[in-house]
């Protein structure tokens, strides 16, 4: 059976781990984790999804089912002989920074993301911090992509900068925290951070700011979302993940591409500005447990709802 | 000659200073401080000011000259025998939290307001950071307050824990800052923080988050207000401070009071939260100089157009 692309479905391409994570409010072992899977569970509420990563022989086949009941594809995750990913880390009482305890990429470490031919044809692409020679090679073989975002991390700023630097040139939004900002641009100060970035090539620029929420630096101008303050934060962990995958997935919902920032610039600001609200709703109930057990048992009236709280607090 | 206050005129009781401070752009010697020279120069942007504080004889007069040309009545400024109030501070990189060095309370010590007759009569009251006790003492003296603001410290929370309360229990509206809230309600968590303070008195909490705003707590919700990014942080000193001054002259200058909280609530929302805005925008100018020189050199055009600016960084 050959698949075809919904029009509007993401292709992401990242982790796939097993997280083990003590945080101030327990402890969690071996459980789901990596960017791609954050990701692409957030954005499923949205619009479909489709896989790339791998993952070892001890990955239990639920978790790939579980995945496939979300209108995620799963075609694209290559099992391997070997152990899955898997990480390590901790959170103290501030609950803002991992400690990384371990880090065992096993199968990972030799990931060559393969695109099928369905996965060549997606129009909306995420492309979760990974080596930014394979996001290339990723790219490399997308036929015709209509947005690209893209994540990074210290590790590859500092590590392949330059490399770092040719994805970015192919990217339309990029999305980073603040040190990782800082680090990219040479500059403190966030705001000339973000103007220094977008010359490297995103238009669309989105510094991530954990429980402070996030900001948005496109050719329109600045937008400043907040968290939505939860009572109670049990695991931050996935939290930049699954605001891009609310994000990408509200936009690819909209229809919402690249071509809309020359077309209809005021719509497609509308629209990232939403996005970004999205994205931090979405993270805002994935730090409430541990792995995707809060996005698990999600569900839409309370996604709506909480969207609603969050427009409520900006407004004048 | 007797003063009658403005019915919108504000009162204003806090610490007159010398502050030498040491921040990553420079060094600035014995300038002019004090948390209420910074709340009255933002206030007086708004609305007149009448200051009750004390000086020694080392006090420029040229400084008192300069803050009666700006509808700052000083006529409630004791100035004695000694020195004045000198705090030495220094700021690292990341310009988030002062490092006090040394300070010199000299005559500020035995600081005692006491309220002339104009004094009295005024609507508008804030009680900037001064000991607990002398905040009701304050309040004792003034005849009919409409609206009550107070700020405080850790020093105080953790030092006069019962008189504090007391005062609480007379304010209408409390600022803190996120460490300061955790303290006084024994509670890490913001969201349930503010809720615990609400309890103990003020119904309006606005908590400060430096770099990232404000949040406001009411009867009606909350709301979240970013700090205007400023490209240049030259010295935060005074920023909590001039906050307080423009949210508490917007709010005068509107004629808001308590009343308004029951007579019309959702026109009391609305000003609240323009005001924790006007309160951002003031404090993003304090901090781009040292001591008051940025807030010296402001006109309201440009208080105007951030004012705008920080609305556009929010509007979805």
Known sequence: MKIHPHPVSILAVGSMAFDTVQTPSGKADAVLGGSVNYFSVAASFYAPVQVVGVVGEDFPKTHLSWLSERKIDVTGVQVVRGKTFHWVGSYDQNLS???????????F????PRLGESHRKSHYVFLANIDPVLQQSVLDQVESPKLVACDSMNFWI????????????????LSVNEVEAQLLSGHRNIIKAAELIRAMGPAVVIIKRGEYGAMLFTPAGTFIAPAFPVQSVVDPTGAGDSFAGAFMGFLAEAGADRKMADESPHEWERLLRRAVLAGCVMASFTVEDFSLHRLMRLESDELVARQHALISMITI
Chains 1, 2 share one sequence.
């Open 158 to 173: 500092a590590g392949k900068p330059e490399e770092l630097k040719r994805t970015l040139k192919r990217v339309d939004i």
């Open 109 to 112: 470490e030799h990931f060559d």
């Open 97 to 107: 920074e991992a400690k990384t305890l371990s880090t065992a990429l096993n199968v």
